[in-house]
């Protein structure tokens, strides 16, 4: 087969760089094979093949006005997905094409930078006519310049919290080394990752870059951080490796292809995470009942001095930071009835034109939008529900041994009597007695309650914690309803038993069993030295172990933060023979010992 060059150009490629990619434009990567079908003749299973470029691969001198790229199929073809013609550097549009016979025309509505080296992506963009085969890709590289730069950059970008790869992030490379070169201009060089999160810079100057990735939401080549995760690397990135058309890092591989995928080195990892943006105001507040009403901070740590209402004791004011500190709930204890527009006062640091923090009193006008006026019909229309205090009790009996009986009211209490709940077991010859129990209040939620009995829990025993009449009243003022909390350990055989003992252990951890997929924690345990781990009446499944480094010691897994340069806490998953899936069966006790020093390569 011979590669066809329409328009022979004065810029033509160098032989040597012509026969290097030969190969890739006739014969692609793991091309399927064609398959009968069921009923019938053969169904064209084979993607289309390129047979012509112009420019040919490692061109220089291209013309940067009106620049046409001609990509020549052997076969009539379409552009099924547009954005996934990809050109680096990018421009404010992206790459416009048209078809004409079996050709493919990418244009550019801009005109192309001098003395640059430039690659356009076309994988997964083109598909044959009739049965919609995919073109694997081709990166054709060119310059504007006298010669094409020739070095590489590699890596891989992941979810910061599953550490599962990123698709279609977009990967940066800038030589403005500024905070806010991200903010406010393209790239010098960009691509996007595979589907295993996999990049690779090619062709790039042999220079000093900041290297970033976004998951870009808007499609614009620009950080928003409003709407963009982002990844950054800690240190100046310079290039090491020559490009080489044979490197498995340039190829084109099925994605499907796991041995050869494996097979590409990565230079850099590159995690992302949603940054929280450094300006500091108000950004919203609501009122969310006759009582009760909150404010939200644009960043996190927001700090806050006083706040007060007009016309209420500073004493009867309830307040709540939950633990990333930009949210405010805000309870009124005042048993009188509250005005239909409550007028907060917040004093606080915010951020003032320059980014400056400085001190301000913002008065928040919170209204009442659900109030209606007071009728005999909304009178016979008030449930039973709204006239109580309402408490909301848990006690999963796969996880009461290590969480205890959480109660959650409503609303925040004024009176509280917990000497007067009652701890009743039963054995399993019924026979009742009576045990100790301690109540401890959630530090980051002062609506939710911890009840734990004293002594072990035992199979086969019930227990039922009873909640008497008018022992906890509200802000509203309403008091409880009396309930009976019942709650026993699981008698599955089925169940299963996993135990981890950890060591290595030289600072604040938090240790996650997640489902399979790792959307859901299952358990969760904070360590601060070597221990063993219990996770009882666990279901047979796959599940996955995930360990946080909390450097702050806050308990929870902190963002990064691009401005400071912040990276999210680290987060290692642990694994047995290269699978982060640890496959537990039924009836059974799994043990694995777990040094974190190793995991976190300390």
Known sequence: MIVRRSHIPAWAAPAAIVCAVLSSLLFPQSCANTTEAPTGGARDTIPPVIVGINPLPGASGVPTHKTQIVFSFNEFVKVKEPKNIYLSPPQEKAPKYKIKGKNVIVYFEEDLKPNTTYTLDISSAIVDNNEGNVYPGFTLVFSTGTAVDSMLVTGAVLDSRTLNPVKGATVMLYKDASDSAVFKHRPDVSTKTDDWGYFALRNVQDTVYRLYAIVDESGNNIFDPDVDQIAFASEPVRPTTVVKETMPEVLKYDMKDTVNIRKRRQEHELTV?????????????????????????????????????????????????????DSLEIWFNDQRRMPDTVKLQVKYMKSDSLGKLVSVVEECRLVDANKKPVTRSSRRNIKHQDTICVITPTAASETVEQYGVALEFKYPLVKASFDSLKLRIVNPRQRESFGKFSVTRDPWNLRSYTVRPADKLLPGYEYFIKIPHRVFMDVNGYWNDSTEVKFSLPTDDKLSTLVLDVSGVSNKYIVDLLSEKKDKVIRSFTIESDEILKFPYVTAGKYCIRFTEDVNRNGIVDSGDLLSRRQSEKVRFYKIQDKEFLDIPESSEIEQHVDIAEIFGK
């Open 273 to 325: 995470f949603r940054s929280k943006t450094a300006k500091q105001m108000i950004k919203d507040k609501v009122r969310t009942s006759d009582r009760s009403a909150y404010v939200t901070f644009m960043a996190p740590g927001a700090k806050v001095d006083s706040v007060w209402v007009e016309g209420l004791d500073k004493a009867r004011l309830m307040t709540q930071f939950n633990i990333e500190r």
